[in-house]
Nanobody, 118 residues
Framework: QVQLVESGGGLVQAGGSLRLSCAASGNIFNINAMGWYRQAPGKQRELVATITSGGSTNYGDSVKGRFTISRDNAKNTVYLRMNSLKPEDTAVYYC????????????WGQGTQVTVSS
């Protein structure tokens, strides 16, 4: 089992910045990748960014160039730096950990609200 605890959400004006953090604990040794997904009201959950244990990153098209994902392996923590925020970035952001042991297991955090006002 992997436990994920997120922090850093809040209310910000358009054009502002926020940093989300996600700390992993438990059976972290089999985590292949961690990342962030978001879900806005009435919409499906979508990819924001992921980072593998090797440091490779992947971003959703809508956040490329504005968001940066990084990780601190010593702290078992993943960060999402969000710049130039737009109202359409408003959503609940969920941390994800993907474990690959024979098959993929996904673990999710409780979610943190990000609200961008215009």
């Amino acid at each position: 089992q992997v436990q994920l605890v997120e922090s850093g959400g809040g209310l910000v004006q358009a054009g502002g910045s926020l940093r989300l953090s996600c700390a992993a604990s438990g059976n972290i040794f089999n985590i292949n990748a961690m990342g962030w997904y978001r879900q806005a009201p009435g919409k499906q959950r979508e990819l924001v960014a992921t980072i593998t244990s090797g440091g490779s990153t992947n971003y959703g098209d809508s956040v490329k160039g504005r968001f940066t994902i990084s990780r601190d392996n010593a702290k078992n923590t993943v960060y999402l730096r969000m710049n130039s925020l737009k109202p359409e970035d408003t959503a609940v952001y969920y941390c994800n950990a993907a474990v690959l042991v024979l098959r993929r297991y996904d673990y999710w955090g409780q979610g943190t609200q990000v609200t961008v006002s215009s």
